[in-house]
């Protein structure tokens, strides 16, 4: 299991979808560190008047590749369009799935059709309404292989796609469609079980036809060349640049339960320019890593909490030297997991021992936690 360990300002808390990742030869299950910078209130302090200025200053370690949800592989990437966009179903703060754009989803005896009711309010940030047909064009892109993208895994379940990315079949083919305006049937080739949670990933999340085909290429390419269904809007990403802003978006069927009028991002690739903007009061909160994590873990304004995610090396295997199992069971054995942990994240971290991480999943017969048998 990650944890993060972060500080922050003023108290002020934000939604994070959770990422996961799959272990390859080399599983790290970290601690994070997060380091909030507090007002002239302590910390335990709550209170229900808001602060006049709804704004917060965030930092990534790395630039945005991407706004088309179709092509994005960066973590940076997946957080943008997870304040900016919105599925069928998104997490809740303890990890569940709850229904986000479905209103009501029947499935069918043998799980493998679903039918699911969608928002008639939901907008895109251009005015257009959301429709069942957006989610249907956004699939059906994802699964063709001109697209590109690195996630399809995530509709291998849903009938046909597997022939469609591998170049067999139209993506016309894919087991979805658009009954009327606000209905979405999915067909799968199995019965799914956690199919809801594999609706609530990005790469599942519609696309105004209209938009993507006027743009292209330049899809995604900027801020000015996408548009949104979520909570805030991108604005001032020109593709190139090292911050941005994402201000509330007027159009998003749930505006009024955002707080937040704008966050500001800035690209902080190393711990101590972090660390430095924070102290500025540029930023809000950070992560702590390595001596930092080390030196102000027991920080009144420091938060340790566990993340879902494990860390892991993938080889280049185009290259033929990494084609051969030997060596990268070579790599993966001359590592030493505890010393990267201890003297180099210095966090809390921890080897992992499986593909899931800790504490994530338990088996919901058993209750025996799936990080013990994977």
Not at 335 to 347: A, G, T, Y
Not at 353 to 367: E, I, M, R
């Amino acid at each position: 299991m990650n944890n993060e360990f972060k500080m922050r300002k003023r108290g002020i808390y934000m939604r994070k979808s959770i990422i996961k990742h799959s272990l390859l030869s080399v599983g790290i299950l970290g601690i994070g560190l997060l380091l909030t910078a507090c007002g002239t209130k302590s910390s335990t302090q709550t209170s229900n008047k808001l602060a006049a200025k709804q704004q917060i200053g965030l930092s990534t370690t790395a630039e945005i590749t991407s706004l088309d949800l179709s092509k994005i592989y960066d973590k940076t990437s997946f957080i943008q369009i997870d304040e900016t966009f919105e599925g069928l179903y998104r997490y809740d703060a303890n990890g569940n799935v709850e229904p986000a754009l479905a209103t009501k989803t029947e499935i069918s005896k043998d799980g493998k059709t679903y039918t699911i009711n969608i928002r008639h309010n939901a907008k895109w940030s251009n005015g257009d309404p959301v429709t069942a047909s957006d989610f249907v064009y956004s699939w059906q892109r994802a699964v063709n292989p001109k697209t590109a993208s690195q996630y399809t895994y995530l509709f291998d379940n849903v009938k046909n796609a597997p022939a469609i990315v591998n170049g067999k079949l139209s993506p016309s083919k894919l087991g979805v469609k658009a009954v009327g305006k606000y209905q979405l049937k999915v067909q799968l080739s199995r019965p799914t079980t956690y199919f809801k949670m594999v609706m609530a990933r990005e790469t599942l999340y519609p696309l105004d036809k209209k938009v993507v085909e006027k743009y292209g290429k330049k899809y995604g390419t900027s801020a000015k060349y996408t548009v949104y269904n979520g909570p805030f809007k991108n604005v001032g990403w020109t593709g190139t640049n090292d911050s941005w802003k994402l201000i509330k978006n007027n159009q998003y069927w749930d505006k009024k339960a955002v707080k937040l009028s704008q966050i500001n991002y800035t690209v902080a690739k190393s711990p101590s320019t972090a660390y430095n903007l924070f102290q500025s009061g540029k930023l809000d909160l950070i992560s702590l890593v390595g001596e930092q994590a080390k030196q102000l873990g027991n920080n009144k304004d420091a938060v340790k909490r566990p993340l879902a995610a494990t860390e892991y090396l993938q080889y280049n295997q185009r290259n033929g030297v990494f084609k051969n199992r030997n060596l990268r069971l070579a790599f993966s054995l001359a590592l030493n997991r505890n010393q990267l942990i201890n003297k180099v994240m210095q966090n809390g971290s921890i080897a992992s021992k499986g593909f899931v991480p800790l504490d994530f999943a338990k088996n919901p017969k058993t209750g025996k936690k799936l990080s013990k048998i994977s």
